[in-house]
């Protein structure tokens, strides 16, 4: 499995109103469709085309972020049926779903990230951020 293809096909991003008090933020990964994609430039292997929507929401209703988008995979042919068999439930198995989900949190985190900053929403991720070295109030060392 190789990843061929990244794209976002629409990026939507919306503060309601401002806000006060406790605001909660979640963020969530859906697949919409997985289809065969035929490329004239690749015809030896099957391409699978996941169409997928990450979004942030902001509760209560103050703010959303929809990100919809498109990865395409190149396959081997048995592994290609084999996901394409089990679309047919709304199902994708465990050795494509990790890493498929894991590019896609990666390169959406990112963009939502930079929106985030954009208008001034909290970050939907912890951030690092520096802290002041704590002071050891026993200055006794015991050696072990």
Same mark, same amino acid.
């Given at each position: 499995?190789? %990843?061929?293809?990244?794209?976002?096909?629409?990026?939507?991003?919306?503060?309601? &109103?401002?806000?006060?008090?406790?605001?909660?933020?979640? !963020?969530?990964?859906?697949?919409? !469709? #997985? @289809?065969? @994609?035929?490329?004239?430039?690749? /015809?030896?292997?099957?391409?699978? &085309?996941?169409?997928?929507?990450?979004?942030?929401?902001? /509760?209560?209703?103050?703010?959303?972020?929809? =990100?919809?988008?498109? %990865?395409?995979?190149?396959? @081997? /042919?048995?592994?290609?049926?084999? #996901?394409? &068999?089990?679309? /047919?439930?709304?199902?994708? !198995?465990?050795?494509?779903? =990790?890493?498929?989900?894991?590019?896609?949190?990666? &390169? !959406? $985190?990112?963009?939502?990230?930079?929106?985030?900053?954009?208008?001034?929403?909290?970050?939907?991720?912890?951030?690092?951020?520096?802290?002041?070295?704590?002071?050891? $109030?026993?200055?006794? $060392?015991?050696?072990?």
């Amino acid at each position: 499995m190789q %990843v061929i293809g990244f794209n976002f096909d629409k990026i939507h991003a919306e503060k309601k &109103k401002h806000q006060k008090g406790k605001i909660e933020v979640s !963020s969530n990964i859906a697949i919409k !469709s #997985v @289809e065969e @994609e035929k490329l004239e430039a690749i /015809k030896d292997k099957p391409v699978i &085309k996941f169409d997928f929507e990450f979004f942030v929401t902001y /509760k209560p209703d103050f703010a959303d972020i929809r =990100l919809n988008g498109t %990865v395409m995979l190149l396959m @081997e /042919k048995d592994e290609a049926r084999e #996901v394409l &068999k089990k679309w /047919k439930d709304k199902k994708i !198995s465990q050795e494509v779903q =990790l890493p498929l989900f894991n590019l896609i949190l990666t &390169k !959406s $985190n990112l963009k939502a990230l930079q929106l985030e900053e954009e208008l001034n929403l909290p970050t939907h991720v912890p951030l690092p951020r520096l802290k002041p070295p704590q002071e050891n $109030n026993n200055n006794t $060392n015991y050696a072990g």
